[in-house]
């Protein structure tokens, strides 16, 4: 079965930093790029960053200099480092594979106050 398992949300005042981690199902992790999605009230999904199975990432351009993506395939875990977050950066925070599964985690809330 596949499953994601997001933590490390949390209420951060603007300019703070969280990390959040996620921890990928076991079959072929380290062989498949792996993302991070988040949903803000009443928007669409979007892609933030993802990390390729050869460690290429890429980044929505609003992130860009304040996020990082990781993975430890040996932890089968993806982290995504925020730095200098934003209120507009608050939303439930995912990770799938990308293209992304059907399967979908609880996500992990990010709010960051102004």
């Known amino acids: 079965q596949v499953q994601f398992v997001e933590s490390g949300g949390g209420l951060v005042q603007a300019g703070g930093s969280l990390t959040l981690s996620c921890v990928g199902p076991?079959?072929?992790?380290?062989?498949?790029?792996m993302a991070w999605y988040r949903q803000a009230p009443g928007k669409q999904r979007e892609l933030v960053a993802a990390?390729?199975?050869?460690?290429?990432?890429n980044y929505l351009d609003s992130v860009k200099g304040r996020f990082t993506i990781s993975r430890d395939n040996a932890k089968r875990t993806v982290y995504l480092q925020m730095n200098s977050l934003k209120p507009e950066d608050t939303a439930v925070y995912y990770c799938?594979?990308?293209?992304?599964?059907?399967?979908w985690g609880p996500g992990t809330q990010v709010t960051v106050s102004s």
């Open positions: 990390i390729s199975a050869g460690y290429f990432t």
């Open positions: 799938n594979f990308r293209p992304y599964s059907d399967y």
């Open positions: 076991r079959s072929s992790f380290g062989f498949k790029a």
